[in-house]
Each structure stands twice: as structure tokens, then as C-alpha cells.
């Protein structure tokens, strides 16, 4: 079963373009829900997360639009730019003290053209 | 943000050999560490949840005896896997968690990539 659904599973945009990637949840205990950044042959790395009190949050170019009721959760790259191009992961956690695992979309390969 | 440590970058090794890879968290103390294992153009599966000074908690499908794990101390958690066979071939990270109830985050290391020949 798969806990985390993300889409789509590639994206194409224009340099100054908006990407945008959406995630749905099933689980009602997650309570964590990061955004990570992989580049090929390196470990994800973390670039914007929000748990389930706040609706949005934004850092840069970065926004997390969550929808509690809708159990859904989207990353929005404003002003995409070729660096960054990479695959992006959306994930969602357990609550600390029921272990934290994080549990991860399926990806989405997003490739922003010159 | 924290920074975690993953080494070798890169194994090869014989079928049939052991291969040990190590997860170190340099600037903070992670009592909870994740294993997660990656194949070419997949996600991130997670393997086991090492935590320090107690046995690893594995995932469903995931086996125990082939890849061993430990967590000696706070900063260190070494992934082993034994017998290794082709299958194993994979793209191995590792994560550490920082903070506490509220405000944790993971790190992750820059992962390893196995192949067995």
C-alpha cells in the first residue's frame, strides 16, 4: 500500500516557469511533511517542510500549499531555473513519539528548460 | 542545517563478501537513525530504524540476518550487509534525526552505492 502518492511522476518548465508537484496522504498520524531535493548519485537533502497546524509556508522561491482536510500537500517552485533540475521527493512523517519514520512519494524527476 | 556523514561513497565488492557502511552525525547527537535503501530511478524505501543502545526495528520484507545494523553510539550507526549477492546492487542512505517532539528534522548522508559483482 502505498502511504505517500505523488504526482507527477516528470515535469518539464520553462526557466522562470512555476513547477508544481502534489502529494496525498491516507495516514491520519503523520504530522510532518517535508520536501527533499535529490540530485543524481547523492542523498535527498532537506528544502522545506510544514506540519499539519499551518495551511502554507513559504521560504524563497519555495511554498508548501497543505490542505489538512484533503489530506494533500503541493510544492510550488516559484521562478523555476535550471539548477533546479532534479528530483524531488515529497515525504510524510510519524509523530516522535510513534517512531518518525518518514515514509516517501514516489518522485518526481523535474527538468526546468534554459 | 545538520550534517551527516555517510561513508564509503562507493563500494564493489565479490559476491558471497560483507560490506559495512557507516552513518555518523558530525554536529548534533541522533539517537534515532533510518536506513533506507534506493534503486535507479525509485524512491527512497525504508529498511530499519537503528536506535541507539537497542536492537533495530526492520521493515516488513526486510531481512534481519543479512543486513545487520548497529548503533553503538550517538553519532554512529553502521549498516552491514552480509553474504552480498548482485540483488544487493543498490543505492544505500542513511538519515539521523534531530531535535525532539515538535521539531524534529532529518538529515541524510550522501548515500552509498553498492554493487556486487
Known amino acids: 500500500q502505498q502511504q505517500v502518492k505523488q504526482s507527477p511522476q516528470s515535469l518539464i518548465v520553462q526557466k522562470g516557469g512555476i513547477s508544481i508537484i502534489n502529494c496525498a496522504y491516507e495516514?491520519?498520524?503523520?504530522?510532518?511533511f517535508p520536501w527533499y531535493q535529490q540530485f543524481p548519485g547523492k542523498g535527498p537533502a532537506l528544502l522545506i517542510a510544514?506540519?499539519?497546524?499551518?495551511s502554507e509556508k513559504k521560504e524563497g522561491r519555495f511554498t508548501i500549499s497543505f490542505n489538512k482536510s484533503a489530506k494533500q500537500f503541493s510544492l510550488h517552485i516559484m521562478d523555476s531555473q535550471p539548477g533546479d533540475s532534479a528530483t524531488y521527493f515529497c515525504?510524510?512523517?510519524?509523530?516522535?513519539?510513534?517512531?518518525?519514520?518518514?515514509?516517501f512519494g514516489q518522485g518526481t524527476e523535474l527538468s526546468v528548460k534554459p | 542545517g545538520a550534517v551527516v556523514s555517510q561513508h564509503p561513497s562507493r563500494v564493489i565488492c565479490k559476491s558471497g563478501t560483507s560490506v559495512k557502511i557507516e552513518c555518523r552525525s558530525l554536529?548534533?547527537?541522533?539517537?534515532?537513525m533510518f536506513w533506507y535503501r534506493q534503486f535507479p530511478k525509485q524512491s527512497l524505501m525504508l529498511m530499519a530504524t537503528?536506535?541507539?543502545?537497542?536492537?533495530?526495528?526492520?521493515e516488513q520484507g526486510v531481512e534481519k540476518d543479512k543486513f545487520l545494523i548497529n548503533h553503538a553510539s550517538l553519532t554512529l550507526s553502521t549498516l552491514t550487509v552480509t553474504s552480498a549477492h548482485p540483488e544487493d546492487s543498490s543505492f544505500y542512505i542513511c538519515?539521523?534525526?534531530?531535535?525532539?517532539?515538535?521539531?524534529?528534522?532529518?538529515?541524510f548522508g550522501s548515500g552509498t552505492q553498492l554493487s556486487v559483482l
Open positions: 538519515s539521523a534525526r534531530w531535535g525532539g517532539t515538535g521539531n524534529e528534522k532529518l538529515f
Open positions: 495516514n491520519t498520524a503523520f504530522d510532518y
Open positions: 510544514i506540519r499539519p497546524d499551518v
Open positions: 515525504a510524510a512523517s510519524y509523530a516522535y513519539n510513534q517512531g518518525g519514520k518518514l515514509i
Open positions: 554536529d548534533f547527537q541522533a539517537t534515532t
Open positions: 537503528s536506535n541507539e543502545g537497542s536492537k533495530a526495528t526492520y
